[in-house]
């Protein structure tokens, strides 16, 4: 029999039919392959499977579906919705409820497992838990009984009602590391409530609404009413308003609840800690649990105050691993997890807290929202409120008034919970102030003492202090009501009288705060407080209750009022009890944002603000009261604070810190502080902080103790409310304003217009990168006349567009002190900044500076002038309009602005041009007044522009220059200088056709000054270089043609030579293919001229061309053919054509093809060409190649080959080019030879005499030497003279006829520092003997020791003619000794020179007998032993004949100098005298005096003779009797200024005078001066050392002048002159031709001194070496002499050692020039 039907259970098909259209929605939605586990069973049938074939879309194919199902049997009905609630997903509870009661149980309906016979175990679905209906709505329900117990509880202690849609919530960008993915189910993600920007504002109940499924936080400073307001939110759950679901679960979880689970628990265990748990038991928590987590959607977590939560949330671990929710773990686990969606993914988490921990979270969250400050709207609504609730309406209306007088105590009450404290305080006050008045009366009556008048609060401090005398007060009268004793009014007591009263209470209180302040607790259980003090605590208002739930059991906890007050009291604590150390310890500012070194917190940070307010004055009477150790223990307590604060305020804060630093001060209220902050940080930068009003009253406060301004503030991103915008016009020192943010806008601007004329020291205002239009700028130019003190604007980055910028523009005239503007990118357009232009014009404009493409708009102008009246020095306007759409209208418009300018230093403007508006602007520029130049670019992009701005030169006489770019990118710039005599014309980088060039010369023709025109890096084609070269002569003005990079061809160049060297005025040819080219012209006819021409292909026809073309102008003076790949063959023709071309100076054919044969063919140019001088010619690394010229006649001529060998052919041609020269050759050769130099010297014959041979190899030493010298004499009887120094053999060649039997003919012989020893002399010894006629003899430096003394003294006695003998500073110590034995045989002996040597009495007696013979005698160097050197300086007195005495670093001791002084008068033919660095501890005078007589004398040199005053003045007296004095060195002598005067006024006598040495005196400007009228006088001076003195800028002018009279300079040594401002000096060389050596290192010149030398080069031919170490040279000067270097091939060496030029630079310098030296030798 058939079981009876539940009446309970509803058929399967009915539920099917009446849920179709919920089905095929759900359905639809469902993943193609649920749709085919749906269809399995059908489709394995023999049923109607067409019915439910795949159709064209998947809602088809669930049509299909559910209507076969809709008509099937009952039971096939049921296993389908079985397999609905199983297989699929997002099916709401309430109908998956229903469809699983229909379908009854499965396994009586159907066998279910045929759905997963195709699936392994592993993939089988596993569909999610079910609940009963009943015990999920029963468990919500107790849920809302217990939040509406909770809001009720709760509410009895508000003042006003409580509502989400009028708390305001500024919502915040989210900035975080990663997104976290929206994981509610069927949920597509939506956009927060933005307006495109990074914050907006919206109510909380808004912008609760779209938080479902996403991570919220919600964060507001302590006291902003949070927890009311999550409480709020879950009473609207529960009354089943609100947008969270009624059927969803809310959880609200306090996290000052959650700090009391120390041990582990469960997510099952967590979630029923604090809520009731269900009827049902476990089984129920359970199933309800697990319900959960696979629903998460359905659930709504509030999680309120984590900035009270005492662990961090820990992600490190777990990432990966499967949660089980029966697992214990520790509460932040859970609580990390629940956040990061490991569990309940999808969920919907609001997180409430500070802002610090704000920043903590948002990484993890999806919206983020911070709720605003009350405005006084609202402030005023809760104090309305509270005195209503109080019944004292009156009272209420007074302490409004009071509250809104005090802004510091307005900007508190934004808070709410500082507003109940304001309230609570304000309370108290205003019967102290009633009790007051009353008490004043009362005195007046009976004549008594008047009690001062209680202050209002004007910290926050203070309003805490005054508030525990309104919770003392309470209390006190509810001990009054327990034993029904009625206060009066005359019993309200002062606050000293009540902390006096409850001072016992008050300090177990401040233990009982201070203890939880240490352990990090704000909830207390009632064992925890001691039963009178929580008493006390509650009865007064200190303390309240709070229900707990442990364990499912409610109890009751305990916490102060606010935990703001558990600070305060704690710092009281702190500055009675505590000790230093922990007060140092808990002094530091805190910053607003988390950091991963910061410890966490729960408390509000606010310990340090207090700790500052209680130093102050104000507080130390309550403070004494609370202490044992009385007033002095307070001061210094209070004095340590101070000093923390001092410290704070000199070290390095970010604008967080630097803010709450100003919290600090302004609670101090000690302006010194305040000073002292400012004093380091006059710019406060806050970036990105929500800005309350109690902020910017704090920022206030510290501003306004600045006397001296130059205050800045800059708000870069912060949030502000526009009404707390009005706290600003508190800052009344404040100079800099600024705001940086798309925060601000319009209304933000209209509210900042009513501020700025409060603000009377603004000089800077700042609103950038914002979302200002024309409306805002509007508001901003009505207020800007009103801050007379205003000297700059800057509203860039907004949207003001022209008619934003014409509000703007209309105001500049009003601000008189305005110095800058920037109104760039804002939308403008071309118009709008003509029409500033044309506006700003009666202004002083300094700079006008816009920019098309980047929209830069500035405006400079000078606040030190009179902008109306333009009078005084004006150096002219900038003015800069770059990259705009020109047309004729507005060049027309801007032109007519422009004359209006009195002045106009620089004109820019740049865009896309017209030849139409170009010549419009053309036109117009004869009427501006431009100082200096315009620039425009982009104009000249085509020949017809070009010659329209070219014309313009000729037409205006006050431009001196144009240059023009035509190639892309297109440049011109026209440069003006009033009465130049001189105009230059750039057209570079453009393509000239022959018409062209011709054209835009004939534009030039009319110019008269003097012209350069410079056509670089241009394409000219042959034809149009000829075109050139036609015109040019009939440019009579120009003075300067440039060429670089525009000739391609050597035909081209050619052309070029021809067409110029026809022109009269032609001075100089300079035509390369990699270098410059140019052609210079004289003003007038030209005598000569130079040709360089480089860096080309000449075979013989070019060259022949070239000497034609070189032959038809004036004389050649210079021809540079270097680089042109010239071979022997080549060569060969152009010496053969040499005679017929009329040179003055030099040829250079350098870097050629050039070979031995060549090298011979260019040397025989000494035979063929009478003119010709000298020859150089280099085959080594740098080829080198010169033919040096002379116009005058000479007695020799000169070859010098270096780097080649030569076979014994060609070495027999050079000689015979050496017999065949009419005059005499000096042949030098180097490295030429690695032997066979003997054979080459015996092909010297008689033809060769006169000659001289000169020959350096490094292989010529010791004994190679003396072996080469032994086989030359013995070979070539012709050998005069033999000089072998270091490595370089100099033989001098005469004609000995018949020279008699071995006898040598060898009149000299010297061999110096070449290492001979005494062995070598031993090789030598045979043929010196033969050398009988010898008179000359020098082997100085070198180490002959014993052995060579004794040899030399067997040979000296067989040279009988023997006049000169030299062997200084030999190894040998006793060398002189012995040496000496020999000189009484030497009869004809006149010089000789023992310089380095101990002289013995036995050497001093020897030379003594030779003296009387001597014309000169060297004995520098040496040394006495006993009374030899007396013995000699003595018998000086005897000679009769000497000549030259030289005793320079000898040793003179009294007696020596005695001796000297005696002997010098009768040495009456002495003419050279030297003794430096003599050393002499006595006077000079007496030495000085001795050589009156010595009127002969033509060379003195007394180095490091310190010289005194009278000293000087004889020395100066001598001057005129030396009339034949020639040279003398003073060195290290003079010790002033003076005497350096003294000395060149006296130096006029000497007319003679050929060198000149006074280095290192302490010279300066004095003898500068006295130079310049000395040297003109002193014709024959040729060298002068004035190195390291003491010469300044002005004295290196009078040296300029004087150096300019020294036609015959040859060296000048400049070195650490003492001033590196030396361009005039160098400047003055040009009138040194002969000038060779030049030193200037150490004196930090520049590359102005550079580009000076490079002019010197230019004039000075002979210049040989240059010394610029240790200056500042750039890459620049360093360059310009590189390019000097060409045309002196003279030049040796420019040494550029310790310059300022990089070492790649130097390396590529080098490899062009190697004469160009950066190293230090």
Not at 444 to 452: R, S, V, Y
Not at 635 to 645: D, G, N, P, S
Not at 772 to 779: D, I
Not at 1171 to 1179: D, F, G, P, Q
Request: proline share 4%.
């Amino acid at each position: 029999m058939e079981e009876e039907a539940d009446p309970d259970v509803e058929n399967a098909k009915t539920v099917l039919d009446q849920e179709y259209s919920e089905l095929l929605h759900i359905l639809t939605n469902q993943a193609s392959t649920t749709l085919e586990k749906l269809c399995a069973p059908l489709n394995s049938s023999a049923g109607p499977i067409s019915t439910i074939s795949p159709p064209s879309s998947p809602a088809a194919r669930v049509k299909d579906l559910l209507d076969y199902y809709s008509t099937a049997d009952s039971p096939l009905c049921c296993d389908f919705l079985q397999r609905i609630c199983l297989l699929c997903e997002n099916i709401p509870m309430w109908l998956e409820s229903r469809l699983m009661s229909a379908s009854g149980n499965p396994t009586n309906v159907c066998d279910i497992s045929r759905l997963h016979v195709t699936e392994s175990p592993e993939k089988q679905i596993i569909k999610r838990p079910r609940i009963d209906a009943d015990s999920w709505d029963q468990f919500i329900t107790s849920i809302k009984e217990f939040l509406r117990r909770r809001w009720k509880a709760m509410r009895k202690h508000l003042v006003m009602d409580v509502e989400l849609d009028q708390v305001w919530v500024r919502v915040r960008r989210v900035n975080r590391a990663r997104d976290r993915p929206d994981q509610t189910p069927g949920r597509t993600p939506d956009s927060d409530v933005e307006c495109g920007f990074p914050e907006s504002r919206v109510t909380l109940d808004t912008f609760l609404q779209s938080s479902m499924g996403k991570v919220t936080i919600l964060y507001g400073p302590p006291g902003s009413g949070k927890t009311v307001l999550m409480s709020r939110l879950g009473e609207r759950w529960a009354c089943d308003l609100g947008h969270i679901p009624s059927s969803h679960l809310f959880v609200l979880l306090e996290f000052r609840h959650l700090n009391l689970l120390s041990q582990t628990l469960s997510f099952y265990d967590l979630l029923f800690q604090y809520y009731p748990s269900p009827q049902g038991g476990e089984n129920e928590k359970i199933a309800i649990v697990d319900y959960l987590m696979s629903n998460p959607e359905q659930s709504c977590w509030v999680l309120d105050g984590y900035d009270e939560f005492q662990s961090d949330l820990d992600e490190r671990g777990h990432n990966n691993a499967q949660w089980d929710p029966r697992s214990p773990r520790p509460v932040a686990e859970l609580i990390a997890a629940l956040l990061n969606g490991r569990i309940l993914p999808g969920c919907t988490v609001v997180f409430t807290c500070r802002v610090r921990e704000a920043t903590d979270l948002e990484r993890r969250a999806e919206k983020v929202g911070g709720l605003l400050p009350w405005n006084h709207h609202k402030i005023k609504e809760y104090v309305e409120k509270y005195f209503e609730i109080k019944g004292n309406i009156a009272v209420g209306k007074h302490t409004m008034k009071l509250l809104f007088s005090n802004k510091h105590l307005v900007a508190m009450s934004s808070i709410p919970a500082l507003c109940s404290i304001s309230c609570i305080c304000l309370e108290y006050l205003i019967q102290e102030i009633q009790q007051s008045v009353e008490d004043k009366a009362d005195a007046q009556k009976h004549k008594e003492d008047l009690q001062p008048v209680p202050q209002i609060p004007s910290t926050l401090t203070t309003v805490y202090l005054t508030s525990i005398g309104t919770f003392l007060s309470h209390h006190l009268n509810q001990e009054a009501m327990s034993v029904k004793v009625r206060l009066s009014q005359r019993a309200i007591l002062s606050l000293t009288s009540l902390v006096s009263h409850y001072k016992s209470e008050l300090s177990e209180l401040f233990e009982l705060a201070w203890n939880g302040l240490e352990t990090g607790k704000i909830l207390f259980l009632e064992e925890e407080i001691p039963h009178r003090i929580l008493h006390f605590s509650v009865k007064a208002g200190f303390i309240s209750e709070t229900d707990l739930r442990q364990n499912g059991i409610i109890v009751t906890a305990y916490c102060f009022v606010h935990i703001t007050v558990q600070e305060f009291l704690s710092a009281l604590k702190i500055m009675t009890t505590v000790d230093d150390k922990e007060l140092r310890k808990r002094f530091s500012l805190k910053t607003r944002w988390p950091s991963k070194s910061g410890q966490k917190t729960v408390f509000t940070n606010s310990l340090h603000r207090f700790l500052s307010g209680l130093a102050s004055p104000h507080c130390s009477a309550v403070l004494t009261l609370l202490t044992k150790e009385g007033h002095t223990y307070v001061q210094k307590r209070q004095e340590t604070v101070r000093k923390l604060l001092q410290q704070m305020c000199h070290s390095q804060m970010t604008g967080p810190k630097v803010l709450e630093l100003c919290h600090c001060v302004q609670e101090s209220q000690d302006t010194k502080l305040s000073k002292q902050l400012l004093s380091v940080k006059p710019k406060l930068d806050l970036h990105n902080i929500t800005l309350s009003p109690d902020d910017l009253d704090a920022l206030a406060f510290v501003v306004n103790s600045s006397e001296e301004g130059n205050i800045a503030l800059n708000f870069r991103a912060c949030s502000i409310e526009l009404e707390d915008l009005d706290l600003l016009s508190q800052c009344h020192t404040i100079t800099n304003l600024s705001f940086h943010s798309r925060k601000y806008e319009d209304s933000f601007a209209e509210k900042l217009s009513t501020v700025l004329p409060n603000l009377t020291s603004l000089k800077k205002i700042s609103f950038c990168d914002a979302r200002l239009t024309a409306t805002g700028a509007a508001h901003l130019a009505s207020a800007l006349p009103k801050c007379p003190c205003i000297t700059e604007i800057n509203l860039k980055g907004n949207n003001l567009r022209d008619d934003g910028m014409k509000h703007i523009t209309d105001i500049l005239p009003k601000l008189p002190q305005l110095s800058f503007v920037n109104l760039g990118q804002n939308n403008t357009s071309l118009q709008a900044a003509v029409c500033l232009t044309k506006e700003i014009s009666s202004m002083n404009v300094r700079r006008i500076y816009i920019d098309g493409n980047n929209e830069e708009l500035m405006v400079t102008f000078d606040p030190n002038h009179d902008r109306n009246s333009h009078k005084g020095e004006d150096s002219g306007a900038e003015i800069s309009l770059l990259k705009q759409k020109w047309n004729k209208s507005e060049i027309q418009n801007l032109a007519q602005s422009l004359t209006e300018y009195p002045s106009i230093s620089l004109l820019k403007l740049s865009g896309q041009w017209k030849i139409e508006t170009l010549k419009v602007l053309v036109h117009f520029l004869p009427k501006f007044h431009i100082t200096e130049k315009i620039i425009l670019n982009g104009c000249c992009s085509s020949l017809e522009a070009v010659i329209v701005l070219t014309s313009f030169m000729s037409q205006c006489t006050a431009v001196s220059e144009i240059h023009i770019r035509q190639k892309s990118p297109s440049q011109a710039m026209i440069v003006f200088g009033a009465g130049s005599v001189s105009k230059s014309l750039r057209v570079n980088y453009s393509s000239f056709k022959p018409g062209d060039v011709t054209a835009l010369c004939n534009t030039l023709i009319p110019c008269h000054a003097f012209l350069e025109l410079d056509l670089s890096h241009s394409e000219l084609r042959d034809d149009t270089i000829q075109n050139l070269a036609e015109v040019l002569p009939k440019m009579s003005s120009l003075n300067m043609l440039k060429l670089n990079g525009c000739i391609v061809s050597t035909t081209g160049a050619l052309i070029l030579v021809k067409g110029v060297t026809g022109c009269e005025r032609v001075k100089s040819v300079e035509l390369s293919l990699q270098n410059e080219s140019r052609v210079i012209f004289d003003r007038t006819k030209s005598d000569q001229f130079s040709c360089r021409f480089s860096y080309f292909s000449l075979d013989g026809d070019s060259l022949g061309g070239l000497f034609e073309a070189l032959q038809s102008g004036p004389q050649l003076s210079e021809l540079d053919l270097s680089s042109n790949k010239l071979d022997d063959k080549v060569i060969k023709h152009f010496v053969n054509s040499l005679p017929g071309l009329k040179v003055n100076n030099y040829i250079n054919l350098s870097n050629n093809d050039l070979k031995e044969q060549g090298m011979l063919d260019v040397s025989n140019t000494l035979t063929t060409c009478d003119n010709v001088s000298a020859v150089e010619v280099c085959l080594a690394e740098d080829p080198k190649c010169l033919i040096w010229f002379t116009q005058c006649k000479k007695k020799q001529k000169c070859l010098r080959v270096t780097g080649t060998t030569l076979t014994p052919v060609h070495q027999s041609q050079l000689v015979k080019i050496m017999s065949s020269c009419q005059l005499p050759v000096t042949l030098e050769m180097k490295n030429c030879f690695s032997h066979c130099v003997e054979e080459f010297v015996e092909m010297f014959d008689s033809s060769c005499a006169g000659c001289t041979v000169n020959i350096e190899e490094s292989w010529i030493r010791s004994e190679e030497a003396v072996r080469l010298l032994c086989h030359c004499l013995e070979h070539n009887k012709n050998i005069n003279s033999v000089r072998i120094h270091q490595n370089t053999l100099c033989l001098n060649l005469e004609n000995h006829n018949n020279p008699t039997g071995n006898i040598l003919p060898l009149l000299h012989l010297s061999m110096v520092n070449c290492g001979i020893e005494g062995r070598h002399l031993a090789l030598m010894k045979d043929t010196l003997q033969r050398c009988v006629h010898l008179t000359e003899l020098n082997l100085s430096q070198n180490n002959l020791g014993k052995t060579g003394a004794e040899i030399l003294c067997s040979v000296i006695s067989s040279l009988p003619q023997l006049a000169s003998l030299s062997v200084d500073k030999d190894s040998y110590a006793h060398f002189a000794e012995i040496l000496c034995k020999s000189l009484l045989q030497c009869n004809e002996l006149q010089y000789l020179s023992l310089s380095g040597y101990v002289i013995t009495e036995i050497t001093a007696q020897m030379i003594t007998k030779v003296l009387p013979h001597l014309k000169s005698i060297n004995l520098s160097h040496c040394s006495w032993l006993n009374s030899g050197g007396v013995q000699l300086i003595r018998s000086l007195a005897h000679c009769e004949h000497l000549e030259e005495i030289c005793l320079n670093c000898v040793q003179l001791d009294q007696e020596s100098k005695m001796c000297l002084i005696q002997s010098l008068p009768r040495t009456q033919t002495l003419r050279r005298l030297q003794l430096s660095n003599a050393s002499t501890s006595s006077s000079v005078f007496d030495v000085l005096a001795a050589m009156m007589d010595l009127v002969h004398l033509e060379e003195l040199k007394m180095n490091s003779w310190k010289i005194v005053d009278n000293e000087v003045d004889l020395l100066v007296k001598l001057f005129p009797l030396w009339t034949h004095l020639q040279i003398i060195s003073l060195s290290q002598t003079l010790s002033s200024d003076q005497s350096g005067d003294k000395l060149l006024e006296a130096l006029k006598s000497c007319t003679h005078l050929k060198e000149l040495q006074i280095s290192q005196n302490h010279l300066s400007d004095c003898t500068a001066a006295r130079m310049a009228l000395v040297f003109p006088s002193l014709t024959h001076l040729c060298v002068i050392d004035i190195s390291e003195n003491n010469i300044g800028p002005k004295g290196s002018v009078d040296l300029a002048k004087a150096i300019s009279s020294l036609k015959n300079l040859i060296k000048i040594n400049l070195t650490s002159v003492g001033t590196s401002e030396l361009c005039a000096v160098v400047a003055s060389l040009v009138n040194c031709p002969l000038l060779q050596d030049v030193r200037m290192g150490w004196n930090e010149c520049g590359d102005d001194v550079a580009q000076a030398l490079v002019r010197v080069l230019y004039v000075c031919r002979s210049l040989e070496k240059i010394d610029l170490e240790c200056n500042r040279v750039s890459i620049v000067g360093a360059e310009a002499l590189l390019e000097a270097l060409q045309f002196r091939p003279a030049l040796e060496i420019i040494r550029l050692w310790k310059n300022r030029v990089s070492p790649a630079d130097e390396e590529k310098l080098s490899k062009k020039d190697r004469r160009l030296n950066f190293s230090s030798t």
